[in-house]
């Protein structure tokens, strides 16, 4: 009798609707999608002990940024380490571990809350956390894929659009947890904390506990592969280890790294760019509800993107994010100058949904160059660039612009060279999109050599 968490355990008995496995991936990625929605924690953490106004001894907002940086770090080493775990041990089990870290990490980060020693925050939110939101952002994904080989591009798109929605859930929640156990004593953060561990550790069990995995050699019924095989799709495999060694991988990481870089940047610094390019015209309140709109195109574009790869193709996809991005991007000064914010707006909309897009369309980019039997540990790996693109984004928009003050620029033009930068960026982005072609044949598992790797037994095992 297999154990309740092993990979045997939960292969989809004959029946079984591939249509629910969505649902129990998007009840982990609309948990860890909160990560982008931990800023509004900021302005109550400066005042933990003041309350009404940030005390002597109150944390600094400069040291708050580093909760967020370090779950950005630990996501994409986690992703990568744990990858080829999730590939041995199956989803439920990853699954399983991700809610206890990233429902753990709240109740770390409450206590160091409570006991005002920031360090706890670090290791809570930042390192524990983190670890559940690498080991959560991916276990679904390959699942997903596998369940939906007709459309892999829609499968991963349904999955990453909840992480994307998760802020537009997460953001509201807390400040409204916030508001009722504000009091005389406190601003309301530990104690949102303790709850909002407690709702994201249950929702995201429910996904551990609903996630199936299709039985060995499954097909949609009425679906058979196309005999006449796109180039860039393989129905080949390549091993986790082996995928390493090819260029494919690092021009993917390459790719994936550029894209995020030149968007991340950006969208956290929205709301004061906007104010800045448009002083006098946009209020505080105006500029909230712009970055509502880019986390709204953020989410749309995971789904639209990744579903049109399925046919426009993964490669083409990517041409369109590098070669149209960079135009946008060179835009965007001549519509500040010019005043045109419909313009301006319109412009970082589809940035945004782009940004979004390729987070979505990449685990399906994988899957068809090196295969579906690992693309879980694989995507896994290449979210390293992900961690490295959430310094180099933020540092090129930050220092640039201090930099650019510092020379006795207008903060209404600080933002332009940074977006001519980017656009340089997304270039450099499709050189190394146009240079992927298919993984050699040397580098392809032959048929006998995953037979006892991935696990995989016939259907009816499950504990349905």
């Not at 993107?305 to 990517?318: E, F, N, P």
Request: charged content about 10%; glycine content about 14%; aromatic content about 12%.
């Amino acid at each position: 009798m297999p154990g309740f968490f092993s990979k045997q355990r939960i292969i989809a008995r004959p029946g079984y609707s591939r249509w629910l496995a969505p649902p129990a991936a998007l009840s982990v990625h609309l948990c860890i999608g909160q990560a982008y929605a931990f800023s509004v924690f900021n302005d109550p953490l400066t005042r933990i002990i003041g309350i009404s106004a940030s005390a002597t001894d109150d944390w600094k907002l400069t040291e708050l940024g580093w909760i967020f940086s370090l779950a950005i770090v630990f996501l994409g080493l986690s992703a990568a380490f744990g990858g080829k775990w999730l590939e041995k041990v199956g989803p439920r089990l990853t699954m399983f571990v991700a809610a206890c870290c990233f429902g753990g990490g709240f109740f770390i980060a409450a206590l160091g809350v409570k006991l005002h020693q920031i360090g706890l925050l670090y290791l809570g939110y930042g390192v524990i956390g983190g670890i559940g939101l690498g080991l959560g952002y991916v276990s679904p994904v390959s699942t997903l894929i596998k369940w939906f080989p007709d459309r892999r591009g829609m499968a991963t798109g349904m999955a990453i659009m909840g992480f994307g929605g998760g802020a537009m859930i997460g953001a509201p929640l807390s400040v409204w947890l916030m508001d009722q156990f504000r009091s005389a004593t406190s601003v309301g953060v530990m104690e949102t904390f303790w709850v909002m561990g407690g709702l994201y550790f249950c929702s995201m069990l429910i996904g551990a506990l609903a996630i199936r995995i299709p039985p060995s050699g499954w097909l949609p019924e009425g679906w058979t592969p196309p005999v006449v095989a796109n180039k860039m799709i393989t129905d080949k495999h390549v091993h986790i280890d082996q995928a390493l060694k090819t260029p494919q991988f690092y021009l993917l990481w390459l790719v994936l790294c550029l894209n995020v870089s030149a968007g991340i940047g950006v969208l956290g610094q929205a709301s004061v760019m906007i104010q800045e390019m448009f002083k006098g015209s946009v209020t505080p309140a105006a500029a909230a509800g712009f970055v509502g709109l880019l986390s709204l195109f953020n989410m749309g574009g995971r789904f639209f993107w990744s579903s049109a790869s399925d046919y426009l193709g993964r490669k083409h996809t990517y041409m369109i994010f590098f070669a149209v991005g960079a135009v946008l991007y060179a835009t965007i000064p001549t519509m500040g100058m010019a005043g045109n914010m419909a313009m301006f707006v319109l412009l970082y909309a589809l940035i945004m949904s782009m940004y979004g897009g390729g987070f979505s369309t990449i685990p399906a980019y994988l899957a068809d160059i090196f295969g579906t039997r690992f693309v879980g540990g694989i995507h896994g790996r290449l979210l390293t660039a992900w961690s490295t693109a959430g310094v180099l984004g933020p540092v090129l928009v930050n220092y640039l612009r201090e930099y650019q003050i510092g020379q006795g620029v207008a903060k209404a033009e600080a933002y332009n060279m940074t977006m001519y930068i980017m656009a340089g960026l997304l270039l450099a982005g499709f050189a190394a999109n146009l240079a992927i072609r298919p993984v050699h044949e040397k580098h392809h598992m032959k048929h006998g050599d995953f037979d006892e790797l991935d696990g995989i037994y016939p259907a009816g095992d499950a504990d349905h």
